[in-house]
């Protein structure tokens, strides 16, 4: 089986104060957040029984996340391999989709 792209994996970003964007997106859009942001789950349109999960993070401009770029934020995708994304922990999912 061919891999192909089947979401968005996250969008990570710098920001001064991420407790105060995480507090302002909660109180403004009702994001559910929590230490790394929030995460939106979706199902798979060909596999309605397969989830799926794209991460939202605001991160502090001083973070070491993105090195050794300096970019100032960081979008990626999923595609499927032999584990569900669901599984992967938060602060690896970044490591183990982008390889």
Same mark, same amino acid.
């Given at each position: 089986m061919?891999?192909?792209?089947?979401?968005?994996?996250?969008?990570?970003?710098?920001?001064?104060? $991420? %407790?105060? =964007?995480?507090?302002?997106? &909660?109180?403004?859009?009702?994001? %559910? =957040?929590?230490?790394?942001? =929030?995460a939106?789950? +979706?199902?798979?349109? /060909?596999?309605? /029984?397969?989830?799926?999960?794209? &991460? +939202?993070?605001p991160?502090? /401009?001083?973070?070491?996340?993105?090195? $050794?770029?300096?970019?100032?934020?960081? /979008? %990626?995708? =999923?595609? +499927?391999?032999?584990? $569900?994304?669901?599984?992967?922990?938060c602060?690896?999912?970044? &490591? !183990? !989709?982008?390889?």
């Open positions: 061919k891999k192909r792209v089947t979401g968005i994996g996250g969008i990570f970003f710098k920001v001064k104060d $991420p %407790n105060a =964007t995480k507090s302002w997106y &909660q109180k403004h859009l009702g994001l %559910n =957040t929590d230490n790394y942001g =929030t939106f789950e +979706w199902r798979s349109s /060909e596999n309605p /029984e397969q989830k799926g999960f794209s &991460q +939202w993070s991160m502090k /401009e001083d973070t070491t996340y993105f090195k $050794p770029s300096e970019i100032e934020h960081d /979008e %990626n995708v =999923t595609h +499927w391999h032999d584990y $569900p994304p669901c599984e992967i922990p602060d690896r999912k970044k &490591q !183990i !989709i982008n390889t």
